[in-house]
């Protein structure tokens, strides 16, 4: 990739293609050309998604032509199935990169699907992994013989007693092929059931699992983990970003892990990785041996000496892979192979990776390491490389610019890193891997490439400039998916949306020359130079000019040839640089030269080439990069503090000549000046201001010189004095014959984060107590409905507080952006909030049937070490149908049966079950409900569209007569006349089908259809219907007696049970009695209800479903009713009244009890005062009332208070403010009633 191309008008959109919904690119796109005939032997991009598909395109056309090859290899996971993980956003199917065998051109992957790939039968413990092998010039991309392998039940060859479970497992790096032998590894859907990280290899030519090696095995596991897969145990999951397995031989490869449940390392050990087989791989850098025999075991480890603290904040070292750099640059004094990894805890680790460093070998029982960088936050994927150019390394913790540091050397040869520039604009989190391209490995033309979530791919020049990596100018692609590293082909770059859009960007036509651009090499400052740039036409064409970019360039367009150049044609023209007395460095520009090509729109008319060199000084000429270093923040008080912030700089030579040393001194204040002492406390440091130190032994020692050219790494230190919350800052100096350098340092000392999770209630106030089930109450079934509430995640510490896990709700009803509500890695400033919704779309249900509570979780956790590990943020919502025609309660009287066939009823088998009541072109249940329920028929049906029909008798609900209660998915789907616009109902179906309805209060559907209908006669003389269940049941909740009914049938309870049983375990409600229901409406409407539970109803259960709703009732034996308010009951009845019946059995909230004062928090709970004045509905009263109240608040906020007639009964209303507060109040009032039986 040329940047001169790229960062130009020539680089362009080459083409895009929109996949089908749903469809989600995880595995980057692999980029081939085939030997064998496959699309001419010209390149394609190969693509394999989220849903199991595999898609063939050409490369360079593939948005302009039909998909050359496509393929589905099976129904992937659902992501229901995963327990509504979010972490994908959908399904689960090829999520890790393929590899592709050039010489056979077949293709190896994994896929998720179920035992049977139809997905006829799915759920978790279906889910299975397949090992593909796919023969890319197969028209229909079969698999070769003997593929795919099962890969569920197979061994850990280091624990046999762990066996691979494809349900819990995911399948997210990119595969690697060593010698034959396909290894993949393996992790989980969102830290969920029984996974144990895993690397699993194939033989290909065996076609076999070869090998299993288990992360974490035994005895570590914890008790019931091995065989159970709904239990937690294991982890150390291997996922790294979707990262790849890194390897730099055919005898070894690394990888990161996750979070692991077992703790063998302990505080205080000093464990050897060569030596020690550790057994409990979590939060570790893992080198495993290749076998001849393809077979894998532990060679070499690390883990971090506080890993425990990051599977606590849920900060894992495994969310980026291992890197392992170029041995050609990146090495130094005992050191020939490096590798860099990072993680969700802010820490990049340099290692050694020929001894990765084990546990607790460092100083003091740190990490052996060759260097620990603080990235400042979480960082995903991977890093980045760059060889050339002194060697870079690029990485973007969460949220912040793109950093890169540059290599350098202590005093004694040891490779030590330092910040070398940024990015202007910062990248979104959840990225992938910063990739670094170069044209040809010409020195000078590296671009780092970032897959940014929401601003689309972006490219920077790889070397800062003064500290800066100037971004160059590519087509917006808009955000991409996340995790993604951009995929390169030749003068190519591939790029997916999260929404199934692949993009290919590259140079729209052909270049008509071939130029080879000018490096100017180092020229002192005010010198001037000349170069000599060198073309070859392409194709036959003229040349018109040259334009020159910024800087002081000349060129002179006379010297450039005139005529008509055939191609083949070589020409030059000469550049002169004239450089500025300015400070050193590298210093890039273009040249561009305008053609006319003889063949019109084939080939760029503007062809840019490419300007370099470096500004030295003839003398010594000290250089410090950077000039400023702020150091990430120490939090006071945790066990990281007395380590401090550790750092370094650069100090080199820009100029022709030797720099020598004279001294060094330091300012705080820019007024006084000190020479820099020895740190009492710490001889091996020099201090350089309050907090700061510089290692001693990587200073140059006054008087010795720096080589022309040559630098040197310089460590630092920043550490709280005395423990004390401040900002630091100071400037330190080194004089030199080559002038002054000068770094300004800065550092930070504050308390630790402290996340306050609140959920905006309906009433418009904050709810502080997140344990709450927070509820959206019931939401009409109908299209476009959806209720949205927002959360609030504050930080109430003194330093950044870091979203370290953040898995948001993700069912069909209830729903959180996972790219934008608290995503992983998001940072929160001390005394800032960050906002998000959760929708609840209850959307479209089949008219009058039952309502539908739905429940969901939103996983949290923090770099807060009181939060207490990941925590549940729960949320339900009840989904209600719409209910047409006449009411009972919340309820339609009529219910849905469901999907029936034209059936006969009666003794002789000859009756009709059902008569016409007519036919209508505004048909619809309601309507047809209407007119049975006229009739005195509790079962309305609709059919042929117009058709309604009542009756008496149910059909029988069996075959042939009963055909399904599917709703929209029914056989019945034929659209009511009357329903047109949004359906919601269906009014039969092809085949004398017909939608049933029935009256609940006088029919009981059973699956055996046993319809029984029950008259029964209260106390006040009032006649009801209702359902009875045909058989005698006792029950210790409901006291009965003996009732007279339409039949025979006597039911007789049990005896009346002890007083307790009213309120079993639960103060915070006191019994009131039997009451009717009102003569019309419900007693509780707009109330919640429980279903009907007749077997397993019970009060306590009814009152832990209803709390905290203040009135609660059980009726009919099995429902549970709740209800705030307003309710309609009607008289007081004995108790012996509630046997099962209509009546309510009252029970409500005990206005008397009252918090603990001692664990009261005025700033986390809100306050309530209820008081209640109960009438009942059936007798007259009158009610005169005065409320006087005062508060004393320390601020200005309009005090609401609800004194708006009509004034409802129980009053109630809460003075809820969730901050610190004072409230004075007095209410006084008064009732009068004219009732004699008013409670």
């Avoid at 390392?265 to 050897?272: D, I």
């Avoid at 990490?367 to 979480?378: F, L």
């Avoid at 009607?1130 to 009244?1137: A, C, R």
């Avoid at 004072?1222 to 009068?1232: K, M």
Wanted: with cysteine.
């Amino acid at each position: 990739m040329d940047p001169a191309i790229v960062g130009s008008p020539a680089f362009g959109m080459l083409w895009s293609k929109q996949y089908k919904p749903g469809e989600k690119f995880f595995a980057k796109p692999l980029i081939f050309t085939s030997s064998k005939g496959l699309n001419g032997n010209k390149p394609v991009v190969i693509l394999c998604s989220a849903l199991n598909n595999i898609y063939i395109e050409d490369a360079k056309n593939g948005g302009n032509i039909a998909t050359l090859r496509q393929r589905n290899v099976g129904a992937a996971f659902t992501q229901a199935d995963a327990d509504n993980c979010p972490d994908l956003g959908g399904p689960a199917g090829i999520i890790g990169t393929p590899v592709l065998d050039p010489n056979s051109e077949i293709m190896y992957f994994f896929s998720k699907s179920y035992a049977d790939i139809s997905g006829a039968t799915q759920g978790t413990a279906n889910g299975k992994y397949r090992f593909h092998a796919v023969d890319i010039n197969s028209p229909t991309l079969e698999d070769v013989s003997g593929y795919p392998i099962m890969i569920d039940g197979s061994v850990a060859d280091n624990d046999p007693g762990i066996h691979f479970f494809g349900g819990v497992q995911m399948q997210r790096p990119s595969l690697l092929w060593r010698n034959g032998v396909v290894y993949g590894g393996f992790g989980s859907h969102c830290d969920k059931w029984n996974f144990t990280g895993a690397v699993i290899g194939i033989n290909v030519a065996e076609k076999r699992v070869v090998t299993y090696f288990s992360t974490e095995i035994s005895p570590w596991l914890l008790p019931g983990g091995v065989n159970d897969w709904t239990q937690s145990s294991g982890q150390g999951g291997i996922w790294m970003g979707g990262c790849g397995l890194s390897s730099d031989s055919g005898s070894r490869f690394f990888f990161t892990t996750g979070n692991g449940k077992g703790k063998q390392a302990q505080k205080g050990q000093s464990l050897n990785g060569k030596s020690i087989k550790l057994a409990t791989l979590g939060e570790a850098v893992v080198n495993l041996r290749i076998g001849s025999d393809g077979k894998i075991e532990l060679q070499d480890w690390f883990q971090p000496y506080d890993y425990a603290l990051f599977d606590n904040n849920d900060e894992d070292l495994g969310s980026a892979g291992l890197m392992l750099l170029d041995t050609n640059t990146f090495k130094g004094t005992g050191v020939s192979k490096m590798a860099i990894t990072y993680g969700k805890n802010a820490y990049m680790y340099v290692l050694n990776a020929d001894n990765l460093g084990g546990y607790g070998n460092g100083p003091g029982g740190g990490d052996g390491v060759i260097q620990t960088i603080n990235t400042g936050a979480s960082t995903f994927g991977g890093s980045g490389s760059y060889p050339l150019d002194g060697g870079y390394i690029y990485f973007v913790p969460s949220t912040t610019p793109i950093q890169a540091y540059k290599l350098g050397f202590k005093a004694d040869g040891t490779p030590q890193f330092s910040f070398a520039g940024a990015s202007i604009d910062k990248i979104s989190g959840r990225i992938g891997p910063p990739t670094v391209t170069s044209y040809k490995g010409q020195p000078g033309t590296g671009i780092v490439w970032v897959a940014d979530n929401n601003a689309g791919l972006v490219a920077f020049k790889a070397v800062p400039e003064n500290g800066v990596l100037i971004k160059l100018n590519t087509p917006a692609t808009g955000g991409l998916n996340k995790f993604q590293r951009p995929a390169f082909g030749d003068g190519t770059v591939y790029v997916s949306t999260t929404g199934g859009k692949v993009m290919c960007l590259g140079s729209p036509v052909n270049l008509p020359l071939n130029c080879t651009g000018i490096d100017f090499g180092d020229v002192p400052f005010g010198n001037t130079k000349v170069g000599t740039v060198t073309c070859q036409t392409t194709t036959n064409l003229k040349v018109n000019y040259i334009v020159l970019g910024d800087g002081p360039y000349t060129a002179n367009n006379n010297t450039l040839p005139t005529a008509q150049l055939a191609a083949g044609v070589s020409f030059s023209f000469q550049v002169t640089w004239n450089v500025p007395a300015d400070t050193p460095g590298i210093r890039t520009s273009t040249v561009t030269i305008n053609v006319t090509p003889s063949v019109a729109n084939q080939f760029t008319n503007n062809v840019p080439v490419g300007l370099r060199g470096n500004v030295v000084s003839e003398g010594a000429f000290i250089t410090i990069s950077p000039v400023h270093y702020s150091f990430n923040p120490i939090i006071v008080g945790t066990p990281s503090e007395p380590e401090g912030q550790a750092g370094t700089f650069q100090l080199g030579n820009a100029g022709l000549q030797s720099l020598q040393i004279l001294g060094y001194y330091y300012s705080e204040n820019g007024e006084t000046y000190h020479n820099i002492t020895t740190n009492g406390t710490n001889p091996d440091y020099k201090i350089v201001g309050t907090g700061f130190n510089v290692e001693t032994s990587s200073l140059p020692v006054i008087g010795s010189t720096l080589s022309p050219g040559s630098q040197t790494t310089i460590a630092m230190h920043f550490y709280a004095v005395n423990g004390q919350s401040s900002d630091y800052g100071t400037a330190f100096f080194i004089s030199t014959n080559g002038g002054i350098g000068r770094i300004t340092l800065s550092g930070t000392a504050s308390a630790s984060p402290k996340a306050e999770v609140a959920v905006a209630t309906p009433e418009g106030f904050w709810n502080l107590n997140w344990r709450d089930t927070h509820d959206f109450h019931e939401l009409e079934a109908l299209p476009g409905n959806v209720a949205i509430r927002t959360m609030r995640v504050c930080n109430r510490g003194g330093s950044p507080l870091a979203v370290t896990k953040s898995k948001p709700v993700s069912t069909t009803y209830l729903y959180a952006d996972i790219e934008t509500v608290f995503p992983e890695g998001l940072q929160i400033a001390p005394n800032d909030c960050a906002y998000g919704n959760v929708s609840f779309t209850p959307g479209v249900a089949y008219i009058n049937t039952q309502p539908k509570i739905v429940t969901g979780a939103f996983v949290l956790n923090f770099n807060d070490e009181t939060w207490g590990g990941e925590n549940f943020v729960n949320f339900q919502g009840t989904i209600m149908p719409r209910q047409d025609g006449p009411l009972n309660g919340l309820l339609a009287l009529y219910q849905f049966a469901g999907c029936y066939k034209d059936s006969t009823c009666g003794g002789s088998g000859t009756s009709r079950c059902f008569q016409q009541a007519g036919s209508s072109d505004t048909n619809s249940a309601a309507e047809c409900i209407a007119k049975c329920q006229a009739l005195g028929k509790p079962i309305a049906a609709t059919q042929y569209t117009r058709e309604c029909w009542c009756g008496t008798t149910m059909p029988p609900r069996s075959a042939p007569h009963f055909i399904d209660d599917f709703g929209f998915q029914s056989k019945c789907n034929f659209v009511c006349p009357g329903d047109r616009a949004s359906p919601l109902q269906f009014c039969g179906g092809t085949g004398q089908l017909m939608n049933v309805y029935y009256d609940m209060t006088r029919i009981s559907i059973t699956s055996s259809s046993t319809t029984t209908t029950m008259s029964s006669t209260t106390s006040s003389s009032q006649t009801t219907t209702s359902p009875v269940v045909a058989t005698t049941t006792s029950s210790s909740i409901i006291i009965t007696s003996s009732t007279t009914t339409t039949t025979t049938t006597t039911t007789t309870g049990p005896p009346p049970p002890v007083s307790t049983v009213h309120n079993p375990g639960n103060v915070n409600y006191t019994w009131i009695g039997c009451v009717a229901e009102p003569a019309t409406g419900r007693a509780m409407a707009g109330g919640q209800v429980l279903g009907s539970e007749s077997s397993t109803m019970t009060v306590k259960r009814c009152l832990e479903f209803c709390w905290p709703k203040i009135w609660v009732g059980l009726q009919y034996g099995g429902e549970c009713w709740c209800s705030s308010g307003p309710v309609n009951f009607g008289d007081t009845l004995p108790n012996s009244q509630c046997n099962g019946q209509s009546h309510f059995k009252l029970i409500n909230y005990d206005y008397n009890y009252n918090y603990d004062s001692s664990s009261y928090d005025p700033e986390h709970y809100p306050f309530y005062h209820t008081f209640y004045y109960t009438l009942h509905h059936s007798i007259d009263y009158s009610i005169d009332y005065s409320i006087d109240y005062s508060i004393d608040y320390p601020f200005d906020y309009p005090f609401y208070y609800p004194i708006d007639y009509p004034f409802y009964y129980p009053f109630y209303y809460p003075f809820y403010y969730p901050i610190d507060y004072s409230i004075d109040y007095s209410i006084d009032y008064s009732v009068n009633s004219s009732a004699d039986n008013g409670t």
